[in-house]
Structures are given as C-alpha cells and as structure tokens.
C-alpha cells in the first residue's frame, strides 16, 4: 500500500477544528483538484459555493439539523449540480435546451460527488479534516434560497474543511467480499458474512462511546429504513427543473 | 501543490492500455480504498462487480456504443448502486423497507460516485489508467440482466483500469471563478469569461486532432442539450424500484 492508498483508507470525518484559519490558496488549489475529476461528456456540471461564517452558515447549519461544526468550520462550501451554466451554453447559441431528464441529474449530480471527493483528497493530503454535510438536504429549498440558487441549479451536499481537532478511529467498512463481486451478482453468504461484521460494528459503536451506543450495522439500517427518506426531494427537484422525465 | 495534488491534476481517461496485467491485490486494494470513502449514512451503498475478458465483456462494450477498450482493457468494473444488500438487512429485522424515495436513490448513487473516485486516485497512484464508462447506461437493462442485478440495484458507471499505453494532455478545464463563488450564486461575468475557454477547448481539439475536430465547449454543450437524454432511464429506474416517489 503506498502513502496515496493510507490517506485514502485513513479517512475518517472531521466534526471538530482547531481555529487556525485555511489560507484561501489552499482552498482554491482543493477545488482545482476537484475540477481536475472526470467529467461525464465534459458537462463540468459543478459549482462550489464558498460560504463565509456568519448568518447565513448559522442558517445552514440549523437546518442541516442542529449541525454546529457547519457553522464553527473553517471552510464552508456547497457542492450544486448546475444545469445553468448549460443553459447559458445554449443561448450563446440560440439552441433550444431540452432539459429535465433522469439522465442529466444524475451526470450533473455524479459530476459534482466526484469533483467534491477530489476535493476532500486534496484537502486530506494538505492535512486538513472534513465532513460530508447531507443534512442540507433536510431543507433544500431554504437552502437555495439563502444562496440564491437559480432553477437547474441544487445543492447536493455540503463539506466543511479544517485542521483537525480530534481523532476519530476509522469506522470498519463492509467486508470485501461482499462489496466486490465477480461476472455476476450473488448475494450468497453475505447475510453470513455481515452478522459477523455486525459484531465488528457493535464493537467500534461501545468502544467509542465507553458503551453508550451499541448497534449493528444491519440494524442501524433498518431502523432507517423504516423511515420516510425526505419525501420532499422529488417535489423540490421537479421544482427546481429536474427529474421531469 | 503536493504530489497527492499533483496526481489529481493530471487526470486524463486511458483508452489504450498495455498488455500488462494488473493483479487482483492490486484491484482489491483500490477497492479497498473506494470503501473508505464517506458514505451518507454508513449506508455503504456501492456494489462492485469485476467482470472477466469474454462475451459478457464484449457485449457490455457493444452496449455502450462499442468501446472496444471496455472489452479489451485488463481490469473492468461495473459500480452498482445497491439497496437490496438493506432489503437483506431489513428481512434481518423483520423490518418493513420504506423504499423508491428519490433521497435514496440519491445518497446510493452518490455513495458509488464518491467510492469509485477514489479507487481511481488509488489506481492512479500505483501508475494505472483510467476511463469511467457511463455508456453502460445506453442500455442499463440489458447490462443488468448480463450482471444477474437484481432489484433495487442499477448500474451506475463502468471503469476500465490498466497501465496506459497512450499519453494523452489533460482536458483543459473551466476557469475557477465559474466555478467557485463566494456566497451568493452570481453569473455575472461568466458569460464573458467562457467564451474566452471556448478559445482553449477550440485549441485543444485543433492540436489533438490535427485540426480533424474544431469546436468549443458551448457549442458542444449546446449541441448534447439539444438532444433527447438517455429518454429510458426513468422508466427503467422506476422499474428497478428507485425513483417511485
């Protein structure tokens, strides 16, 4: 395993900061890395919102849930899929858009996970800490609205970035063998295979919180999924102009 | 820029690769690294599934639009996302799955895009060539019944992975101030400052091809958007259980 594999499977997220600041030209070298990703017939569908600390972040974090390490970061961006910047492209050229396909939000959406995932490469590489913010999705229309997000543009997740002021184990993954399969899809042995990692799971959960949580994997996801899973997103996407057809 | 960086940016796809092999360890710790990306949740909804040199590998190629190195590369990988590995847990449980919300549909196909990346950076560490394949979803029923997916698991992207055997430049991205905003979505000035990159795109292509390819961004932008988008997906996902609401 060389030095670029241990950063990638030592990630763990970062929900606590020292104060020192994150110079700007290492945020913006980040978001070139980012752009650097592959782009699905180079639609470059991602634009970053840097947002500063202040009212604004305060708002996101409260709606992302009560999330304070949104507000407190260092660094806050907004990672959108922005079919906006298409529709300029086509009045540049007085070319009629057909837009609101399945297909251009999940290029668009896809683009912007694997800019941000460069990004959090980067990030990591120069030392720094991070944090997916899902949250934001609690309340995307708030969202949009605070960061004045036109229609065919949404925000798909937030990221905060800063020097590390805790270190967090590493969180056990799935089993390989039940990640990658060969030639074909079978799901033979893997419920055996994740009741062991259920214990793996169990463990990480007691140690880490001297025995106040103890779950399993299989059983925190299906606990979620007895749930409603944002049921607002489809409305607010067809909204917004897409998943129309 | 540090190395890490530095390897991020010099992304370029690989179409052409050498007859090296790649070992499986070597596959298998990319893997590696792809899991230990974040995942919305702990959901860990990306399933990987490598498919050997043969037919299967040759009708996939067909099927995205015959990419001849998608059957010929050494290493090819179809990343799924996959909510039936949650239905196991559910029935684990006995716990009745609330299924087909956008959000999940989302977060899965997210997870897949944040965990291939990273196997791409690992890849590109260790000296392979890459080439995401979103062609496979030309035909994403056909692809899924080739792969034996079952229900709530659709085919995301392909990847092709091996050592190059071309050398081609890096594709010559947007400038960062479209990209990245401080605040507020602002197109101001964003017009003028893509028709300057239309000039950089149009060079590219121009040295390249050897002048056999002349155009710019928005205009190629322009012309895609002017087409119909992949009109099956949406259906075929609904039908897959993704997307229903």
Redesign the interface.
Known sequence: ?????R?????R?IRKFTDDPVDQSTV??????G????T?????A???????AGE?RDKLAEWAGGQAYVSSAPVFMVF?ADM???A???D??Q?????G????F??A??D???F???V???AQ??GLG?C?I?GL?NNPQAVSDA????DL?YP??GLCLGYPDQNPE??P??P?S??????????TG??AT??EYDQHVRHYYETRTGGNKSMT???????????????H??PF?QERGF?K?
């Not at 070319?95 to 837009?99: F, K, P």
Request: charged share 20%; with cysteine; aromatic share 6%.
């Open positions: 395993m060389n030095d670029v594999m950063l990638l499977t030592q990630h997220s913006e070298v980040c978001v070139q890395a752009q650097a990703a592959a699905s017939s180079f639609i470059q991602c634009t970053v919102i840097q947002v500063s604004t959108c906006k910047r298409h300029l492209a086509c540049m050229h070319a009629d858009m057909l837009s396909y399945t297909e251009q999940l290029t959406s896809i912007c996970a694997l941000a995932q460069n959090v490469t980067a590489s120069e991070i997916y899902g999705r960061l004045g997000l036109p543009v798909v997740f590493t969180k993954r799935l390989l039940v990640v990658l399969k060969q030639d074909t899809y079978d799901q893997d419920e994740i009741r994997w299989s059983e925190q996801i299906s606990g979620m999924l007895q749930k409603e899973a944002r049921p997103m489809l996407l998943l057809r």
